[in-house]
């Protein structure tokens, strides 16, 4: 009797371990094993941050293990994360490339939601779907619309890049940076164009938050 229910324990213990869900859980093809790092933002805070243009972020790193990875928020706020793959931001020096946007996303993870990513990753970046919250589903949605130019963007500065190492003329790799200066105009543009119908909603989740004891409750 008493081996039985101790069976029956380990049973329901990795049975609660295996359906658990996770503040984020994600998929992405050809991600594989690799670090992640996880940027994230609590929107309560308005000391850190009285707007959203300045937000003050803190950062963690996680692993993902053939293409799956999960992580738990360490709060109960409403928070904004940013999420980057490791791989691929290394320049052949071994230093790292800034921030390429063809390979990072960003979400809001509202209290007690699950929000699941799904998408695939190449060497030109990472193609994906948000989904658990409007906001985020919006977010991908005009994500996607800017990725051909951030891939674009992403290319130029490998090839810069490989330039540098092999001593190309410097007018040479001058021109290639007014191409990239280009389509960073370009795509301000195109960023504020696509992202009106989701910085609304971040600025008033992020009011929703600060005063939560309004009546009106903004769907993220």
Known sequence: MKLHCTLVLILTAILSSCTKKHSIEGSITGLGNDTLIIGYS???DPFKHPN???LKFEYDTIYSHDDQFFYDVKTQNPILVK???LKGFKKKDGSYFQTVKSDCFSLVVPQGKTIYITGTKNK???DCLIDGADFNTDYS???KQLLAYYID???LYREIDSLKNIGVAT????S???VSNNIDRLLGKKYNLCTRTFRPRLKCLHRLVLWSTNKTVYKI
């Open 176 to 178: 290639l940076w007014k």
């Open 52 to 54: 959203t243009s300045n």
């Open 124 to 126: 030109n970046g990472v």
């Open 42 to 44: 609590n929107l309560n």
């Open 153 to 155: 963007q992403k290319k």
């Open 171 to 174: 007018t040479t790799i001058d």
């Open 83 to 85: 999420i980057r793959p």
């Open 141 to 143: 949605k005009q994500r």
